[in-house]
């Protein structure tokens, strides 16, 4: 069972905004940094976001994300059909000595 | 350009031992650590470990502790992860993936994903 809870779904019609969460406990989230992974079907994750807030290059800048205290936050604006999606976030375990993944959701863009 | 390559499918009777190939490419191997990273059929993703693979110092998740050995061959650029007394409950997905450089703010996520091996547990 994960320790990083998201939505299990989130949708949107295109050009709207969407927001993904991801909230934790103090000692996970609160004491690391947040990645985003986005999964397209059928294909392996790709790293979306990095460090709360950074875009790898080749990552559109409608793709943005934030931290706050436990939570941390996925904002997709101007949604478009190729952004339908596994969408994960992660973040370090130090008791692990790894990562903890978050439970994933899933954006359909209606 | 930078690419991890992993083995084919493979389908395992329980009880049996899987190794999973994942050759790298494209840049220099024995700088980035490497992770896998599983996915059971319609599940999220489970870090199982890394291996560094400069010196071959690895460390595993302690669910897998005692069933999974990862290692490294730097003539070839490649890792691999060993799972023995397989169930049907590691059916999955296994992906290698590379963590961003060391001492950057990318350290601890994965920029490079292998495209992934599927490990079938079926008797």
């Known amino acids: 069972q994960s320790v990083l809870t998201q939505p299990p779904s989130a949708s949107g019609t295109p050009g709207q905004r969407v927001t993904i969460s991801c909230s934790g406990s103090?000692?996970?989230?609160?004491?690391?940094?947040v990645n985003w992974y986005q999964q397209l079907p059928g294909t392996a994750p790709q790293l979306l976001i990095y460090?709360?807030?950074q875009r790898p290059s080749g990552v559109p800048d409608r793709f943005s994300g934030s931290k706050s205290g436990t939570s941390a936050s996925l904002a997709i604006s101007g949604l478009q059909s190729e952004d339908e999606a596994y969408y994960y976030c992660?973040?370090?375990?130090?008791?692990?000595?790894?990562?903890?993944f978050g439970t994933g959701t899933t954006v359909t863009v209606l | 350009q930078v690419q991890l390559v992993q083995s084919g499918a493979e389908v395992k009777k329980p009880g049996a031992s899987v190794k999973v190939s994942c050759k790298a490419s494209?840049?220099?191997?024995?700088?980035?650590?490497m992770h896998w990273v599983r996915q059971a059929p319609g599940q999220g993703l489970e870090w199982m470990g890394r291996?560094?693979?400069?010196?071959?110092?690895?460390i595993y998740a302690q669910k897998f502790q005692g069933r999974v050995t990862m290692t490294r061959d730097k003539s070839t650029s490649t890792v691999y992860m060993e799972l023995s007394s397989l169930r049907s409950e590691d059916t999955a997905v296994y992906y290698c993936?590379?963590?961003?450089?060391?001492?950057?703010?990318?350290?601890?996520?994965?920029?490079?994903w292998g495209r992934g091996t599927m490990v079938t547990v079926s008797s």
């Open positions: 993936a590379r963590a961003g450089y060391s001492g950057t703010s990318l350290e601890r996520a994965f920029d490079i």
């Open positions: 494209g840049y220099t191997f024995i700088t980035y650590y």
């Open positions: 291996i560094n693979p400069s010196g071959g110092y690895t």
């Open positions: 103090s000692s996970i989230i609160g004491s690391n940094t």
């Open positions: 460090s709360n807030n």
């Open positions: 992660a973040t370090w375990d130090d008791s692990l000595n790894g990562p903890v």
